[in-house]
């Protein structure tokens, strides 16, 4: 007898070596069935794909906020820029003078930069005083004080139409800044303050500022802003010399409070796409099953009974 030794499989083969590694195998079109429980399931399971996708689109597109606390690096040499516009009533603009000076023993730090401030006399006597500079950061006060005048029991009332600290984040009338969440007042508390009847003569008007540095990213790109939030008290003292003063206190806190904009990639939408649809055939897949499984428990409790009947009978 002649064996024949001719395979009839395709065993070894890479097809047949990829077909061994699925894991996902498949069961023949006649060993599965169709059921209306199963088509309601598939279509509620689509249209919350598309739901789903629909919204992680749009969260992605969308600008992603946040805010953190952290502690601030504060260098000796740093300075601040300021934004000013005041105006002191009743003395002309050769009569003032700037002057930023240590807070505890009152020496002089520097002399402000006047080269950017303008200051101009208005048409009731008064000295405006605008533009930038810069004043170091270190705890002192912003002086702004006379040069003479004529006689010691003098006042000095005065007019603040805004006063920023740090890089400009304002707009022209009360606005929001920063995508509209963080209110312009924040930055220019002392905007329209006036101190013109309550000053006495021969009394010092000084403003405590506890001033927190913020930072602004203005864009994904990572552009970052630098304004100051701050919130003041108004003090009054009896000035120790023949001409009163206005001071502006300068609290510096170590914290800094950033407002940014996360940059998200797109292999994270990728990412959440898969998990979406994924997830939801997972749960489609299990809420069909727990619905078989129930409806076949439920019906054989009841056929049970009437074919026990029938055999006995």
């Not at 598939?42 to 906020?65: D, M, N, P, Q, R």
């Not at 069909?288 to 074919?307: E, G, K, M, W």
Request: proline residues 4%; hydrophobic residues 35%; contains cysteine.
């Amino acid at each position: 007898a002649v064996v024949s030794t001719q395979s009839t499989g395709d065993h070894g083969t890479p097809s047949s070596t990829l077909a061994s590694m699925d894991m996902y195998r498949t069961l023949p079109a006649d060993m599965t069935a169709r059921s209306k429980s199963g088509g309601v399931i598939s279509v509620v399971t689509l249209l919350a794909i598309v739901v789903l996708l629909w919204a992680e689109v749009g969260h992605f597109l969308s600008e992603k906020k946040y805010s953190t606390i952290m502690v601030e690096r504060i260098r000796g040499n740093d300075k601040i820029a300021l934004h000013l516009n005041m105006t002191v009533l009743g003395y002309g603009c050769h009569s003032l003078f700037m002057k930023y000076r240590t807070r505890t023993k009152g020496y002089l730090i520097n002399k402000v930069d006047e080269s950017q401030l303008k200051y101009t006399d208005d048409s009731h006597g008064g000295c405006q005083i605008t533009g930038d500079t810069y004043i170091a950061k270190v705890p002192g006060y912003l002086e702004v004080a006379l040069r003479k005048a004529g006689h010691k029991e003098v006042s000095l009332p005065h007019i603040i139409d805004h006063f920023f600290l740090g890089d400009t984040a304002h707009t022209d009338n009360d606005e929001a800044v920063w995508r509209d969440d963080i209110p312009e007042i924040v930055y220019n508390p002392l905007r329209d303050h006036e101190e013109v009847f309550g000053v006495e003569p021969g009394q010092n008007t000084e403003y405590h500022l506890q001033l927190v540095h913020t930072a602004l990213q203005s864009d994904t790109a990572g552009h970052i802003l630098d304004p100051y939030q701050y919130s003041y008290t108004v003090k009054y003292s009896k000035s120790k010399t023949p001409y009163p003063t206005i001071k502006f206190y300068f609290d510096w806190s170590p914290i800094t409070i950033k407002y940014g904009i996360k940059d998200y990639y797109y292999s994270d939408l990728g990412g959440r796409l898969i998990a979406t649809i994924g997830g939801c055939f997972t749960i489609a897949m299990f809420l069909h099953t727990f619905l078989v499984s129930s409806t076949q428990t439920v019906i054989c409790r009841i056929t049970s009974p009437l074919n026990a009947t029938k055999i006995g009978a």
